[in-house]
């Protein structure tokens, strides 16, 4: 069984930035793809960015394509997420899981975006 913890969400204004954390336990993370997601309030999970797990290849959703860089450190089990330009609508819980999920959720990790 592989626990998710996601973390480094908070409140940022318009046009900041953040960056998340990921720690898998239980299980190494480094022979699967890894994704980030999100869900807004009254709204459906959505992937967000993805890496490839030997290739290193990363893959953007639309809205965040040029803001956002996902990135790996196998060696300690653990994803990143580099969010710059945050807008309001990146306002959610973000979660990581292998892409596609297999694993249970954590239990996120909040991002606000207000003035």
């Known amino acids: 069984q592989v626990k998710l913890v996601e973390s480094g969400g908070g409140l940022v204004q318009p046009g900041g930035s953040l960056r998340l954390s990921c720690a898998a336990s239980?299980?190494?993370?480094?022979?699967?793809?890894m994704g980030w997601f999100r869900q807004a309030p009254g709204k459906e999970r959505e992937f967000v960015a993805g890496i490839g797990w030997s290739s290193g290849s990363t893959y953007y959703a639309d809205s965040v394509k040029g803001r956002f860089t996902i990135s790996r450190d196998d060696a300690k089990n653990t994803g990143y997420l580099q969010m710059n330009s945050l807008k309001p609508e990146d306002t959610a819980v973000y979660y990581c899981n292998t892409n596609p999920p297999r694993h249970v959720w954590g239990q996120g990790t909040q991002v606000t975006v207000s003035s």
């Open positions: 239980g299980r190494p993370f480094s022979r699967y793809n």
